[in-house]
């Protein structure tokens, strides 16, 4: 695929009362000892206890660095910030451990195991010094009562999530690029990925995990998220330390997602985290405020599934894809995914000599909240402007000549029969 769609949303956006086995590795030519932990901390320490702690304290930081296991590492508290409803802790790095996207959510614990907050501010050219916020602002989001508003004009930024798409495209789209923080990284079969077995599941969720929140997984093209683990209580984990999309959320599913390293950042480009997909279904995100994302296990998660069936030059290549879209709060954005899942998926049957010269028709069978079902044709003379042509259409025929603005689609099946030219 050569042209897409404009992207609608820029990609919204880591105790020693363990073992004490030892992961060593180089970050920055400095040998940096991490303490590898199996169990959850042991309780909270609130803010107004946290002011009564004296500047240079030794804190830790709960980081995944390799496959599902999390360290613990030193780092150094230099105080408390208060600004517009935030409560905030400056904290520093020892050893010149670098922290990236990816680390957002990432819990800070006391020396007796408990915690005080989760990483979600950086600053511009420093990868080692950090702001967490407070463990209570984060836990208010299951009630709802805080969500603050960002301060938008402060000289620190946040930590954002690893935006990662996948694809076995081999043109990916334009917009695969810095600007939405978007990069490519290894599927599941590819070669860097960790050496445990897919069926390999984590013994059990650690506060300090990757997890991978989705909005497209399937057969071509797997895109979300990226971001840690902050607490668990019950069946509530606590992660990102900041929002996510910023909207309504209905239902996206949680994975655990595999640690390979972080890539080091190179002038003004973020570190960020370099990881592999899983299907170890966790839970379904069910709030998204500005202290953070909450995930139920026990929720459930509710996607769209999509099956295109493509049959080029009549079987000379013939194959089905499928992939599942997490419902969005915009039914556009929807089908935005659903119009470049399968744009990529004839973009894998069609090679680039004739990319250019293919048309034909696909029948659309698309069922609805309700259980309507509908049926359409959508015919295509020049498969280059598919992904736009496509998502015009089938947003027209749904919200602006039949008017189904109060119902979502619920499954999608498309019929492409196309011929090169």
């Known amino acids: 695929m ?46 107004s206890e946290l002011k009564n702690i004296s500047k240079g304290t030794e804190m830790y930081i709960r980081i995944n660095r390799t496959g599902f296991q999390v360290e613990s590492h030193a780092i150094k508290y230099e ?25 957002s959510g990432s819990p800070i614990v006391t020396k007796d195991g408990k915690i005080v907050g989760a990483l979600c501010y950086g600053f511009s050219g420093s990868n080692t010094q950090f702001i967490a916020r407070a463990i209570e602002d984060i836990m208010s989001i299951e009630s709802g009562k805080k969500s603050v508003k960002q301060n938008t004009n402060s000289i620190y930024e946040r930590i ?5 798409f996948t694809s076995n495209s081999i043109n990916l789209p334009s917009y695969a690029n810095t600007d939405f923080a978007i990069k490519c990284e290894p599927s599941k079969s590819n070669s860097l990925k960790s050496g445990k077995s897919d069926d390999q599941e984590p013994a059990h969720l650690i506060a300090g995990m990757s997890i991978d929140v989705s909005m497209v997984k399937g057969d071509i093209v797997n895109y979300g998220a990226v971001g840690t683990i902050s607490y668990i209580e019950g069946n509530n984990l606590y992660a990102f330390g900041h929002s996510f999309m910023g909207q309504q959320t209905n239902g996206m599913p949680a994975f655990h997602r595999e640690m390979i390293t972080l890539i080091e950042s190179h002038g003004d480009e973020p570190s960020y985290k370099l990881s ?61 995914m659903i119009s470049l899942s ?6 894998v049957l069609v090679s680039n000599s004739t990319y250019q010269n293919i048309s034909g028709q696909s029948i659309v069978n698309i069922i609805l909240s309700d259980n309507t079902t509908i049926n359409r ?31 979502r689609i619920k499954d999608i099946k498309i019929n492409s029969h196309l011929t090169t030219i």
């Not at 399968?342 to 973009?347: E, S």
Request: hydrophobic share 35%.
């Open 2 to 47: 050569k042209k897409a769609l404009l992207f609608l949303f820029a990609g919204a956006f880591m105790l020693l009362n363990s073992c004490t086995e030892k992961n060593y590795y180089t970050v920055s030519n400095v040998e940096s000892e991490g303490t590898i932990v199996t169990s959850n901390p042991t309780g909270i320490l609130t803010f």
């Open 79 to 103: 105080g408390t910030l208060e600004e517009m409803g935030e409560n905030l802790i400056v904290c520093k790095t020892l050893n010149n451990l670098s922290i990236g996207q990816g680390d």
């Open 160 to 164: 954002e999530p690893y935006v990662y």
């Open 276 to 336: 592999a997909p899983s299907d170890f279904y966790i839970g379904a995100l069910v709030k998204d405020q500005t202290e953070g994302i909450l995930i139920n296990k026990d929720s459930i998660a509710y996607y769209i599934n999509t099956l295109h069936t493509i049959n080029v030059n009549n079987g000379e290549k013939l194959k089905t894809f499928k992939h599942t879209i997490s419902l969005e709060f915009y039914p556009y954005d929807e089908i935005y």
């Open 342 to 347: 399968n744009a990529l998926a004839i973009d």
């Open 377 to 407: 044709v959508f015919t295509t003379e020049n498969s280059y402007y598919y992904d736009s042509d496509f998502f015009y259409w089938l947003r027209n025929e749904l919200y602006y000549i039949y008017y189904y603005y109060d119902l």
